[in-house]
């Protein structure tokens, strides 16, 4: 992950983009790359969704836009000095107090 | 990262929510807190949006929502068999490749 | 149709807010509408999803969404000078070109 | 509006795509074309966004996007029996009673 994030950072800084990755353009970009990810999945039945991975075709690019969506979210998470892993595990932490498992068990109702 | 992704799938299987956690419902769920992060920078200058971090409150609310999408992109990923990091660098790759250094210094022009 | 960009338009004036409605700002904003709608169907299966306006409630933050999500579209083309049910007819007709009904007769295949 | 979606509505049944047309899928489409959307703001400074109907192609292309939103928009409001300009409407009073001019005047704070 360190690797990625310092991958992705002198990626940026080769091409001089940095001064195009602000926080408000870098979140654009990510729901932009999300937005590509959903329009693989938007016509299948939950079945075809569930099996789009043996799809040599469709699997390669739900793969390329998944790959886009964490780069920006890595570069995104990198110019606002935020752990994305950190960040992930605190809210996590959160969640888990908020939904205890013995009362979340088998049901989606957040409210 | 794998410690990341092994706790998310331990905590949806601990509320049996690999129900809830098809393909489809996990990318609407990630595009869900993506949206609630760019409501976060939506009516900020591109000057406030910068200085997001250094504000306790907006800064932890970025934060929160940063670890949101990463934990629902994490848990995504591990439902469809695809491995984020690889998948980042991967697609780093290929871009690397149509936009060289020296061509695409300073411009964002991707068309 | 203009009588809602007229009163959305207003609403914005008497507030001050054109300040805040830049073309980026809108779309970011109405990125982040869409991420609640997407929200109240996410973890529903594709029936309960079908049946959502018969619950009261539910049915209630739906239509609630569906609206936070045309006052947004309508101020953004208001902002931009695009006339929305035009911009969405001629897109019909590009859209009908492309996909005459003999060939798209009940498939979902866009590519 | 009213000749929209019946236009949007005929447009789908020509081709069978009811059975593609569900609340679900229809909420990831919208969301989709707005990732475009933003797609096309993404890396504009505020300036060249607030100017960006005066490029033949750029504006070309904002309105295209424009137009496929609002084409998802109509559909899924139809699909689910909602009135799309009386939502707006709706949410617009709603949101005038939260926000009173005199407090709200020239600020963003929504919270």
Avoid: C
């Amino acid at each position: 992950m360190d690797r990625l994030t310092a991958h992705v950072r002198t990626f940026a800084e080769e091409r001089d983009w940095q001064q195009f990755h602000t926080p408000k353009n870098l979140a654009m970009a990510l729901a932009g790359e999300v937005g590509e990810l959903l329009a693989e999945f938007q016509w299948l039945t939950p079945e075809q969704a569930a099996g789009v991975m043996a799809d040599p075709e469709a699997g390669a690019r739900v793969k390329a836009e998944i790959g886009d969506v964490m780069v920006y979210l890595t570069r995104l998470a990198d110019v606002l000095g935020v752990d994305l892993v950190e960040a992930a595990l605190t809210k996590l932490d959160e969640v888990a107090t908020r939904y205890p498992v013995d009362r979340a068990k088998g049901s989606a109702d957040k409210r």
